[in-house]
């Protein structure tokens, strides 16, 4: 590669793609889009991994909450018919003020909000602890069955459902992302088709000239190259900064609920580099085989 | 040294527009392609480029069988030959200089060697005063030297024709062919295609004469067959 002709290829690339901009610009939409809905899909399933990985050492516990009526004895008797159900690997009482002493330890500096309650809205709890993860359901079934219960809550439940939404939204999104590979990659060599007819007697003449491939093909795959480098790093602008700005809206909530999502979730920095990476190589990937599409029907004295 | 043996081409499975050709054809040699509109001159040229490969038969260049040369390396081979169109075929956004340039560019050679030759071939077809010209500021006579000076840039050992003299008066086309002569004299193989009679007898040089395809007069230093022609 000498550096005249790197000048020829990309002067040649450039001039390409300012003179057939339309074209271009739809191939670098269309790049972006598919990485746009890929990264969406890539922090939906991430964050749900890490919801799922953050809660994982609750798994094997089960929370009971005890309606407020129920006195002391018949807690204790509780507790034993707990341990003698089935999968029951052993039980641990929670009393109400113990949960909400946790409580403001957990909120910290915000604890002062919890000053002003006149009564503790906190249920007494019992922590049953599974034997296998396996015997949940069945556990949490005879559970619900006793009087004095007020509800029974079960962490995997709640992440399984997040991991149903994202396997959906994995299926969905691989779906719409192949659909849309295939069409970025259409739009690419129709890009690099008008190209290679637009200078079609120059690429004849340097056919018969016998120009290596490099200056023949060369333009052509530069062109398909910086289109899907453009259209990657649009991409990866609009994900970040999007990704970012929501990240912050709900962290700037005074929801509790809200702030303590954005607080399971990754941070921007903690994916950039990976985003980063994949959206360029499956960009260029893109305009590459654009390129190869169009160069392999069109070139071929 | 070119051999075509028992080539011939048949398109679309149907019309044979070469027949069972069998030709020889030594370095250093000038050799005129004669025959009618639709004789197969063209298709001969083509086959040779190896732009078209032959139905049936082999070509050989310097001992190799063209048709077996790997399509990455059909450039290298293209380097061999210089190409003359009867159309130019310039490049019109390229002064005279750069359409030589760029053929010099297109295959090698550092910027100092292009500086070097190009002049140097432009004053052998005589438009050193025109290097700066664009083509269309050129007459048809013009353009094609431009042409040829691209097609010897690159010292082929062989420059093939295909009626370079078809879109030119008498007067040009001999300008032309004392171009042609000269770089043939430096022991270039020139192969040219052509309708032109009158330059085919004036030369004498080697005449291959095609008739619906098939080799049908193959004269050393003749011009055309001496028995009155045109039917
Ligand atoms: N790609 C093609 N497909 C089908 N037939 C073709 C093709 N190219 C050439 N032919 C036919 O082959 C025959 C020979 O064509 P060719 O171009 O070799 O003739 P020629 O001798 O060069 O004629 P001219 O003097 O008019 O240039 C013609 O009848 C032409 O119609
Ligand atoms: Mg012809």
Redesign the pocket.
């Known amino acids: 590669m000498n550096p005249k002709k790197i000048e020829y290829v990309f002067k040649q690339a450039l001039k390409s793609m300012w003179r057939n901009r339309m074209m271009g610009l739809a191939s670098v939409g269309s790049v972006t889009a598919v990485l746009i809905i890929l990264g969406f899909v890539l922090i939906v399933v991430l964050n749900v991994n890490n919801v799922a990985l953050v809660t994982k050492e609750t798994f094997d516990e089960i929370a009971v909450y005890l309606d407020d009526d129920v006195s002391e004895d018949q807690i204790k008797e509780m507790g034993d018919s707990f341990k003698e159900i089935d999968g029951v690997l052993g039980v641990a009482f929670q009393t109400k003020d113990y949960a909400l002493d946790k409580l403001k330890e957990d909120w910290g500096e915000d604890a002062f909000l919890l000053e002003g309650l006149r009564v503790n809205p906190l249920p007494n709890t019992y922590i049953v602890q599974l034997k296998d993860v396996g015997m949940s359901e069945q556990v949490i079934s005879k559970l619900e069955t006793f009087e004095g219960v007020e509800d029974v809550q079960y962490y995997k439940d709640a992440v399984n459902s997040l991991i149903k939404i994202a396997e959906f939204v994995k299926k969905l999104g691989a779906g719409l992302i192949i659909m849309l590979l295939l069409i970025s990659i259409f739009i690419i060599s129709n890009t690099i088709k008008i190209t290679v007819l637009n200078r079609h007697k120059e690429i004849e003449l340097m056919q018969y000239i016998g120009a290596t491939n490099g200056y023949v093909r060369g333009p052509f795959m530069i062109e398909g190259i910086l289109l899907g480098l453009i259209g990657s790093l649009v991409a990866i602008l609009i994900i970040s900064l999007g990704y970012n700005y929501i990240i912050n809206y709900l962290a700037g909530r005074y929801v509790a609920l809200l702030s303590g999502i954005s607080g399971y979730m990754v941070g921007v920095e903690m994916i950039l580099n990976d985003l980063i990476i994949i959206f360029l190589t499956i960009g260029i990937g893109i305009g590459i085989l654009g390129s190869l599409v169009s160069l392999k029907k069109f070139l071929s004295v | 040294m070119i051999e075509f043996n028992n080539v011939s081409k048949t ?2 499975k149907e ?1 044979t ?2 027949k069972n050709i069998n030709l020889k054809i030594d370095k250093g040699e000038f050799i005129f392609i004669v ?12 086959l040779l480029l190896r732009e ?1 490969s032959p139905s049936e038969g082999t070509i050989n260049y310097n001992g190799l069988d063209i048709n077996k040369i790997r399509k990455r390396n059909v450039a290298e081979y293209r380097r061999k030959i210089g190409f003359v169109f ?1 159309d130019y075929r310039l490049l019109p956004k390229m002064t005279v200089y750069e359409n030589v340039a760029f053929a010099m560019e297109m295959i090698c050679c550092s910027a100092k060697s292009i500086r070097r030759e190009v002049p140097l071939v432009l004053s052998m077809v005589g438009l050193s005063d025109k290097a700066k010209y664009y083509p269309d500021e050129l007459s048809g006579g013009e353009q094609q030297r431009v042409a040829i000076a691209r097609a010897v840039i690159n010292k082929p050992e062989t420059i093939i024709a ?2 370079p003299t078809g879109n030119l008066d008498p007067e040009t086309s001999k300008e032309i062919m004392k171009i042609l002569t000269e770089i043939n004299k430096r022991g270039t193989t020139v192969i040219m ?1 052509t ?1 032109d009679r009158e330059i085919v007898t004036r030369y004498h040089k080697r005449v291959i004469e ?1 008739k619906h ?1 098939a080799v049908i007069r193959d004269i050393k230093a003749g011009g055309y067959s001496n028995e009155p022609k045109e039917d």
């Open positions: 398109y679309k019309f527009a070469v025959g009618k509109s639709g004789a197969g001159k063209s298709t001969l040229i083509k078209i009867q295909d009626e295609a309708h095609l395809g």
